[in-house]
């Protein structure tokens, strides 16, 4: 059998894994950061995974977790402490937000948020802030936040900072610009075919991962090989993906621009934008998201224009070749953002079909929407 080896780390099931005497058997333990155990805390196919994205992430020690979600709560349930405080991002993900508002305060954490834009946390850090939260660019409205401004004061009061890094993922170093841990979607681009959910915790300093890996190992957590096998298949060809997305989505951008119906794109990318500077100092790389402000952007309106669409189906998430598009009211989720209410927020994932046919959809959507002027 020596003769074959495969190109691609394999799919291993396991629960029972196999032990040669008694003596091995009773030290499994030591074994549960490096080296296999049981099938729940890793296999050679969710190591293999965790090694590319560590490489991937600019960091040393990577834990994967069965959804982006619980890459983001696993570190806030890890470091909270009862009478600590937790500060958030105002445009961070919403079960994000909605996981501080009721189990951290559960656990008798405080939560407080700080504009999506800052570029400083000064006025919100206390003695008792254990984490905060950034992510940038912001889950459908862009703001980037001065991450190594902010890093720089959590750190003076010994707090942790992390990210939600799913839009920057293979596009940043966040370890550089001071972020202890880098959390990220690999539901998205990673993967690559919008089937599957996997999350992803990096961190640079090994007294941390053994804190996340022995916590989501008590709670029982672990990642599927089967699902870490798919993810490993996306991630060889995903920076050329995402240059093809982000290539698509900065002509979409360009295009919009000059729309009269578009009051606003949302894309840091784009030299235009309020965020570019930003985006240039902590990423290297767009991707195919494209958010915008329309003209008349409340409910109804954007009801004709979404429902007559015919390439962008509507669906959250993205990340696949395939076209998207989501809406969202900001205000609803937001504690200190100034978002007028009843304004959405239309967001595209441009995908690799036929630009001349997304521009073509966009453009009648647009039309169904100038139909309400009065
Ligand atoms: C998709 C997404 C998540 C959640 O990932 P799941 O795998 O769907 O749980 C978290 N944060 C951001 C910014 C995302 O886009």
């Known amino acids: 059998m020596n003769e074959f080896r495969p190109l691609n780390t394999g799919v291993h099931r396991a629960s029972t ?4 005497n008694t003596e091995e058997f009773l030290k499994r333990g030591d074994r549960l950061f490096d080296g296999y155990m049981y099938g729940l805390y890793g ?65 008798g954490m405080t939560t407080e948020y700080f504009a999506s834009g800052a570029s400083s946390i000064a006025d919100k850090i206390r003695p008792s802030t254990r984490l905060v939260l950034l992510e940038s660019p ?8 001065d991450i190594e401004a902010i890093a720089r004061e959590a750190h003076a009061v010994g707090a942790l900072v992390m990210i939600d890094n799913t839009w920057g993922f293979g596009a940043s170093n966040m370890f550089s610009h001071g972020v202890d841990i880098c959390c990220t979607a690999l539901s998205k681009y990673a993967s690559g075919a919008g089937d599957l959910c996997m999350g992803s915790i990096s961190v640079k300093d090994e007294g941390l991962f053994r804190e996340l890996k022995s916590f989501s190992s008590n709670l029982g957590i672990g990642a599927s090989s089967d699902e870490a096998y798919l993810v490993l298949r996306g991630l060889p060809s995903m920076r050329a993906r995402v240059r093809e997305h982000d290539d698509r989505a900065r002509e979409i951008c360009a295009w919009l621009a000059g729309h009269p119906e578009v009051e606003r794109v949302l894309n840091p990318v784009m030299p235009a934008d309020r965020y570019h500077e930003r985006y240039r100092r902590f990423f290297n790389s767009g991707n195919g998201l494209v958010s915008v402000v329309l003209w008349k952007a409340t409910i109804e309106p954007l009801r004709t224009m979404i429902d007559g669409f015919r390439h962008f189906r509507i669906g959250a998430s993205w990340g696949s070749s395939h076209s998207l598009v989501a809406i969202s009211e900001p205000a609803s989720s937001r504690n200190v953002d100034v978002w007028p209410s009843g304004q959405y927020i239309v967001r595209f994932h441009i995908g690799l079909e036929d630009i001349g046919l997304l521009k073509a ?7 169904r929407l100038a139909r309400w002027k009065p």
């Not at 894994?17 to 040669?20: E, V």
């Not at 405080?85 to 951290?104: H, I, M």
């Not at 912001?138 to 936040?145: F, H, L, R, V």
């Open 17 to 20: 894994l196999l032990f040669a």
């Open 43 to 107: 296999t050679p196919t969710t190591r293999d995974l965790e090694h590319q994205v560590a490489a991937i992430d600019g960091g040393t020690r990577t834990v994967v977790v069965p959804s982006g979600l619980a890459a983001i709560t696993l570190p806030l349930a890890a470091f909270a402490r009862s009478g600590g405080n937790v500060l958030v991002a105002d445009c961070a993900y919403g079960p994000s937000r909605s996981f501080a508002k009721t189990f951290l305060a559960r656990l």
């Open 138 to 145: 912001g889950y459908y409205t862009m703001e980037i936040q």
């Open 361 to 367: 959809d966009i453009e009648s959507g647009l039309e």
